[in-house]
């Protein structure tokens, strides 16, 4: 059973167009990150969201953390080719924990 | 900062050899460092969580006589990979953490088994 579930999948749209990547759990965590990851390299840390309801804005990207800290959003506005990569959730349930992390959702932004 | 670098970037070994992967801390001391193995267009899967000075938790299912992993310091672990199988070619990727502090993540290591 995958303890965080991640959707879409895949996800293929036009420059310009917005997006929402969902990840969700019925477990509730400490805290959540969202990571963006390009082909042969490693994870690269978007954000981190400790707090239910908490939203959290980095340019054209905006995380929202559940109320009950079990889910979580990743909304694009306005998506770019450069934003195309796999988009990966991870939650840790204590704060010392190791992480589990989603399915991930690979994004293809056409130009 | 929060930089986690990892040696080699990429490796091609004969069948029947062992392959050490290095994973450092450049700029912090980690008290855990975590191991991930993840095939094409797929998520992070979780091989081994390693302290410093401890032995290795590894998660169910992966072997570790297999998969060694030492953590000899606050800012070095490795993985060797001992009589390599093709089915061992794989992406390996380590992160990094300051106790409760989120993860950070190496470039990864490509292998490749002939």
């Known amino acids: 059973t995958q303890l965080l579930e991640q959707s879409p999948q895949f996800l293929s749209i036009q420059e310009g167009e917005n997006l929402t990547v969902y990840c969700n759990s019925s477990?509730?965590?400490?805290?959540l990150q969202w990571y963006r990851q390009e082909p042969g390299e490693g994870p690269v840390l978007l954000v981190t969201?400790?707090?239910?309801?908490e939203v959290k804005k980095l340019k054209r990207l905006t995380f929202q953390f559940g109320d009950a800290r079990k889910d979580s959003s990743l909304h694009i506005t306005a998506a770019q080719p450069g934003d195309t990569g796999l988009y990966l959730c991870?939650?840790?349930?204590?704060?010392?924990?190791?992480?589990?992390f989603g399915d991930g959702t690979t994004l293809t932004v056409k130009p | 900062g929060a930089v986690v670098s990892q040696h080699p970037s990429w490796v091609i070994c004969k069948s029947g050899t062992s392959v050490k992967i290095e994973c450092r801390s450049l700029?912090?001391?980690?008290?855990?460092m975590f191991w991930y193995r993840q095939f094409p267009k797929q998520s992070l899967m979780l091989m081994a969580t390693?302290?410093?000075?401890?032995?290795?938790?590894?998660e169910q299912g992966v072997e570790k006589d297999k998969f060694l992993i030492n953590h000899a310091s606050l800012t070095l672990s490795t993985l060797t990979v001992t009589s390599a199988h093709p089915e061992d070619s794989s992406f390996y990727i380590c992160?990094?953490?300051?106790?409760?502090?989120?993860?950070?993540f190496g470039p990864g290591t490509r292998l490749l088994v002939l």
């Open positions: 992160s990094a953490k300051v106790y409760s502090e989120t993860q950070y």
């Open positions: 477990s509730v965590f400490s805290s």
């Open positions: 969201v400790v707090t239910g309801g």
């Open positions: 991870a939650g840790a349930i204590t704060n010392a924990g190791k992480s589990t």
């Open positions: 700029d912090f001391q980690a008290t855990t």
């Open positions: 390693s302290n410093e000075g401890s032995k290795a938790t590894y």
